[in-house]
């Protein structure tokens, strides 16, 4: 391999670890940006109905951004490696059986997210014309955060198992 190659294979990389940096950064800006909708529309609800003119609508918009919150977190927990897991089944196997007992789950992991995504997208075709009754909001885009969710986590999982130490055990 010549100078040329290894300085377009670096490049490559570079720019890749780019587009993961941005991705991960963009996921995690919008998690804390909902919640940040979330306590201000929460308070901003508590408030109006102290002085007597509730808002309709805030618990709404608050029920559909937890809902964003909850699946986009999935995709940044996933992207660190930290969703809760049980170490110790896997521990009691030796060192050579735990990356394919690793290996194993999370090729489940992908199945059940692949799963996820098609039955979600089916699920959003079927609701884009309901609409919810205070904000008129399509229910289809508000649940288009199921199937965008679960192909970021197979995202995320192939890359972990791509970068994972585990499987150069």
């Given at each position: 391999?010549?100078n040329?190659?290894?300085?377009?294979?670096?490049?490559?990389?570079?720019?890749?670890?780019?587009?993961?940096?941005?991705?991960?950064?963009?996921?995690?800006?919008?998690?804390?940006?909902?919640?940040?909708?979330?306590?201000?529309?929460?308070?901003l609800?508590?408030i109006?109905?102290?002085?007597?003119?509730?808002?309709?609508?805030?618990?709404?918009?608050?029920?559909?951004?937890?809902?964003?919150?909850?699946?986009?977190?999935?995709?940044?927990?996933?992207?660190?490696?930290?969703?809760?897991?049980?170490?110790?089944?896997?521990?009691i196997?030796?060192q050579?059986?735990?990356?394919?007992?690793?290996?194993f789950?999370?090729?489940?992991?992908?199945?059940?997210f692949?799963?996820?995504?098609?039955?979600?997208?089916?699920?959003?075709?079927m609701?884009?014309?309901?609409?919810?009754?205070?904000?008129?909001?399509?229910?289809?885009?508000?649940?288009?955060?199921?199937?965008?969710?679960?192909?970021?986590m197979?995202?995320?999982?192939?890359?972990?198992?791509?970068?994972?130490?585990?499987?150069?055990?």
């Amino acid at each position: 391999m010549d100078n040329q190659e290894k300085l377009e294979g670096s490049t490559v990389e570079v720019k890749r670890n780019i587009v993961w940096r941005v991705m991960d950064k963009a996921l995690e800006i919008t998690t804390v940006s909902l919640l940040a909708i979330i306590i201000t529309l929460m308070a901003l609800q508590i408030i109006m109905r102290y002085i007597g003119m509730p808002l309709r609508w805030s618990d709404e918009i608050a029920k559909y951004a937890m809902v964003w919150m909850t699946f986009l977190g999935s995709v940044v927990v996933i992207g660190r490696r930290a969703h809760v897991s049980i170490d110790a089944l896997v521990a009691i196997f030796p060192q050579k059986v735990q990356k394919y007992v690793w290996f194993f789950t999370n090729g489940c992991s992908i199945i059940f997210f692949a799963v996820l995504a098609w039955y979600g997208l089916r699920f959003v075709k079927m609701n884009l014309s309901n609409y919810s009754l205070i904000t008129g909001m399509s229910r289809g885009y508000i649940f288009s955060v199921i199937p965008v969710s679960a192909v970021l986590m197979i995202v995320y999982l192939i890359r972990s198992m791509k970068e994972a130490p585990e499987w150069n055990c």
